[in-house]
């Protein structure tokens, strides 16, 4: 019962980083079809800048509930997708780092470099979340010890599928960060980031469609749907959220425009998990080489413990980021700038 809860709150806690930090790649990935001036790229920064760091902490969380819940999985999961998660660590730093050091200089040059680490740092982050999940989705080649079959390695996961996740949530995130810039900003800006949230909302729709009819033959995710089809509401859920996202942008309801996003970000990322469980990493050798939310899970004595912790903790980190977006959630304009040198 235990390693079932703790399989539910990782699927969960990546749902929510996928919701929040979404946007925050998204936006930073479109930074230069989005911003043209100076002016309107610290609007960009000024739009995600309060959020961000906030946003990484459900990462984090989801990160360590997979090393102290199930460390048998982190252990495999950090062997076996060394490089590619060495990677997404890289562009993670970049992009944080961005933040802080773009304004320390006053200098053209010095601004585009960071600009550039920012781009990267941004859309590095989604593609590779979206390979490595539609690849977990997907399966791999496991043995009994917990090793990747040879001659499969980081290229191997660039396969048809994988890359079909990849561009599924770059676009998931560019279009959650286009709706969050047109929120949060006003002029020509509010005005670029709105055309683009509807140029890239069929694209979405189209290639999240693709993704769920690929994964009928690419992957085991509908047997749990079809053992219970009342799980069906999951995947109906991120349709509904896609399709209430795009009603609300044709009313100019840009905040209610992102909410429908975030529901599809949610419910997109639910299905996967929910299709996947039990397993954590589902071997395409051998069932038994699989390891599951039962068999590479901590002891009923952790479990608990951590459980302990979450109920009291999570609560906490919500009230917290709660409280930042209604500080600083107002639209971000070119005068308010002036008082505030960050970015």
């Known amino acids: 019962m235990l390693a079932t809860i703790w399989f539910v709150l990782w699927g969960v806690l990546w749902a929510v980083y996928f919701m929040l930090d979404g946007f925050d790649l998204g936006l930073g990935a479109l930074l230069p079809f989005l ?13 995600m800048g309060p959020f961000w760091d906030g ?11 997979t090393f102290a819940a199930f460390p048998k999985t982190y252990a495999t999961l950090f062997s076996t997708l060394y490089t590619p998660l ?21 200098s053209r040059a010095w601004r585009a470099t960071w600009d550039g680490c920012m781009i990267l740092g941004s859309f590095l982050p989604g593609l590779l979340f979206g390979v490595a999940f539609a690849n977990l989705f997907q399966g791999l080649p496991l043995d009994q010890h917990g090793l990747l079959a040879e001659g499969f390695g980081f290229f191997s996961l660039l396969n048809p599928f994988g890359l079909l996740g990849g561009v599924l949530f770059v676009l998931f995130f560019t279009a959650h960060g286009s709706l969050w810039l047109a929120y949060r900003s006003e002029g020509i800006l509010h005005e670029r980031a709105a055309a683009m949230a509807r140029r890239l909302w069929p694209v979405l729709f189209v290639v999240a469609a693709l993704f769920l009819a690929a994964s009928w033959p690419a992957t085991r995710l509908y047997d749990n749907y079809l053992a219970h089809p009342i799980l069906f509401i999951i995947p109906l859920v991120a349709v509904i959220g896609l399709i209430c996202s795009r009603a609300a942008m044709a009313r100019g309801a840009w905040w209610t425009a992102w909410v429908g996003s975030a529901l599809a970000i949610v419910g997109a990322t639910l299905f996967g998990v929910v299709g996947l469980f039990p397993n954590l990493m589902r071997s395409t050798l051998a069932p038994g080489h699989s390891l599951t939310a ?20 999570v609560p906490v980190v919500i009230a917290y980021q709660a ?3 209604v500080k600083f959630g107002g639209v971000v304009r070119l005068a308010d700038l002036l008082h505030d040198k960050a970015y």
């Open 35 to 47: 911003a043209k001036t100076d002016e309107e790229k610290r609007v960009v920064y000024h739009a």
């Open 55 to 65: 946003n990484q902490v459900w990462l984090i969380t989801a990160g360590g509930v």
């Open 86 to 106: 060495m990677l997404l660590l890289f562009a993670l730093i970049l992009r944080g780092i961005s933040f802080e050091f773009r304004d320390k200089e006053d």
């Open 294 to 313: 039962f068999n590479s899970s901590s002891s009923p004595l952790t479990l608990t413990i951590m459980l302990g912790v979450a109920l009291v903790m």
């Open 323 to 325: 409280w930042a977006y």
